[in-house]
């Protein structure tokens, strides 16, 4: 049975965590800029360089944490790609465009790292081979990646999903659901701590996993294996 070292598990992570929230930021400046804001491209904010995206708390030290707790549900968050709604060719349903761009760009990297993986298998899985150390990367990209979608779809401002649903509602009501923003990580937080949150978005993740992974041919029980050893299950 394959098993990692906790320098080995951070080692798999780092890559797949840092591009996951990185070019998730990027994809909302991108389209921002797109749609005739330029806020991000002027602050240096449209780049792959994780360090102008990269929050000390929630893209470190959150993480870590969280990982290195035995089945630990892993959470974070980067700095916010900045936005000025008011330089939106039309604001209200442009923004909800830019929202929805950080859970489609995660959607597109989780099938690229089921590539990866799907590589890795091909290459062998011999204990400390390189195909191994892939196919764990896949499995971490397609995990992170996943997890990170449907964290932001959930539609509760300021997430991503919170914002589309903004965007999509009638003026007085999309009023009334802006007004829990101040409100949303809050919310968020006492749903990952009472484990409610688990219960909401916990079956479609893991249900998207099963595609991706099915998709790069890897077995249910060799799944779960890779999972334990990457320290996201008991």
Do not use: C
Request: net charge positive; proline share 7%; charged share 10%.
């Amino acid at each position: 049975m394959m098993s990692f070292n906790t320098a080995q598990q951070v080692a798999v992570w780092l890559v797949p965590v840092l591009l996951a929230i990185t070019v998730h930021e990027v994809a909302h400046g991108w389209v921002a800029m797109k749609l005739g804001d330029r806020t991000a491209q002027m602050m240096g904010r449209l780049t792959l360089n994780p360090f102008k995206h990269i929050d000390p708390v929630g893209t470190v030290l959150v993480p870590l944490v969280l990982l290195l707790l035995p089945g630990g549900f892993i959470f974070g968050w980067a700095k916010p790609v900045p936005v000025t709604w008011q330089n939106l060719r039309h604001p209200k349903t442009d923004m909800a465009l830019v929202a929805i761009a950080g859970p489609m760009v995660n959607l597109f990297m989780a099938i690229l790292w089921a590539i990866v993986l799907k590589a890795g298998l091909l290459m062998g899985v011999q204990t400390g081979s390189p195909g191994m150390f892939l196919v764990a990367v896949g499995m971490a990209g397609i995990f992170i990646n996943t997890i990170l979608m449907m964290l932001n779809l959930l539609p509760l401002p300021p997430l991503d999903g919170g914002r589309v649903l903004v965007g999509l509602l009638p003026g007085p009501l999309a009023w009334k659901v802006s007004q829990l923003e101040p409100y949303g990580i809050i919310i968020l937080v006492v749903l990952l701590a009472t484990g409610l949150l688990g219960h909401i978005i916990g079956a479609p993740i893991f249900w998207l996993i099963d595609v991706f992974t099915d998709m790069a041919g890897l077995s249910s029980s060799y799944k779960y294996m890779l999972l334990r050893s990457l320290g996201v299950m008991g």
